[in-house]
């Protein structure tokens, strides 16, 4: 337990160094991650039953060879494509936004280091680093955030393509 609130003590320290934007940045990279998770959880528990049921539909169809036929298994293949692919644009926005609101930050750092020459003069060294801080930290925060989604994110985008190939392959054309 006592681990635990120096661990929130360390955060709440983090942020008030590196600013309000944190929170934001903080926040997308939260709803990045809960969006990841649901996709992975999707491929993993609730494809493979739709998967097989579109497969079984197929395989217990008489007719595999017309043009309706083929019309069908096309349609089944891009509803099970649409379900696949469904969230993974936002996930890849979420990911090219995490480094934006960290330069978000960096502007606002830089505003109050500004600030703090124009009340105080160039003379208080204390309080620019404190404004410098607040321009550096979300900036890294962003960058880390963004890679840490960009590496799961096209991990998850490869794992879909070779869902959605498997799944054709499982179709034959006849």
């Not at 996709?39 to 998967?51: A, C, E, H």
């Not at 579109?54 to 008489?62: E, N, S, T």
């Not at 096209?154 to 799944?167: D, M, N, Q």
């Amino acid at each position: 337990m006592l681990y635990l609130i120096e661990l929130w003590e360390s955060v709440r320290d983090f942020i008030a160094t590196g600013g309000d934007v944190l929170y934001v940045v903080a926040a997308a990279l939260f709803f990045m991650w809960v969006l990841m998770i649901e996709r992975y959880w999707y491929l993993t528990s609730v494809f493979p039953k739709i998967r097989k049921k579109i497969v079984d539909d197929w395989d217990a169809r008489k007719d595999t060879t017309s043009w309706y036929a083929h019309r069908i298994r096309d349609a089944w293949i891009s509803e099970a494509s649409v379900g696949l692919s469904a969230r993974m644009l936002l996930i890849k926005t979420l990911v090219a936004m995490c480094p934006l609101i960290g330069l978000l930050g960096t502007v606002t750092g830089m505003i109050s280091v500004f600030e703090t020459m124009a009340t105080q003069g160039t003379g208080n060294a204390r309080l620019m680093a404190a404004g410098i801080s607040m321009a550096t930290i979300p900036t890294m925060a962003g960058m880390v955030a963004a890679l840490s989604g960009v590496f799961f994110s096209s991990r998850l985008e490869a794992k879909v393509k070779i869902a959605k190939e498997k799944l054709v392959d499982s179709l034959p054309h006849h």
